[in-house]
């Protein structure tokens, strides 16, 4: 930095960090030779630190003052009384249970088991009246494909080329 330069923001942000103590090593000791190189870096310096002293040794109620009061509007007081009364360990305790809570009911929700159903005497016997008749139309469904299987297919399409067959070898043998 020349003398005859005008002072940056960027600088300017370091000259700032460096009066109240959050400027690194590095920028402090520029800062420290630049400082006795050109008195006008100096003079800012100063003034920043004495501000930054200043700001430093103000006490925890003066900083009250200072914060201007919100006053809500009516439509607003609900959630105001909310943010009051729900401060953060107080909601960061009850979400924790609300979320326990929830995981707990879900839990109990999924492994419920359904209670069997209580059949009345009457349902039995319709029950096993309609197994019968099912029975009885699969039993005679099997019947009907038994017979037509004996008769029709083992019949027609498996004994009687059988028996051309063997009387054709039979004759064949017989030297006919």
Known sequence: MNSSEKINEEY???IISAAYGDAGIIDKIKLYLDSKKYPEVKKILEEYRKTAHEVHSLKH???KEAIPVYHPQS???LLLYLKLFFRRPFLSTALTLLLIAGLISGYLLMNEKPQPKK???????????????SFVIVASILNKAENRLKNDVLDKKVN???QKNLIIINNYLKGE
């Open 12 to 14: 300017l942000n370091k």
């Open 61 to 63: 109620e003066e900083y």
């Open 75 to 77: 439509s607003n007081l």
């Open 119 to 133: 059949y009345s005497a009457e349902e039995i016997r319709t029950a096993e009246q309609q197994a019968k008749e």
């Open 160 to 162: 009687q080329p059988i």
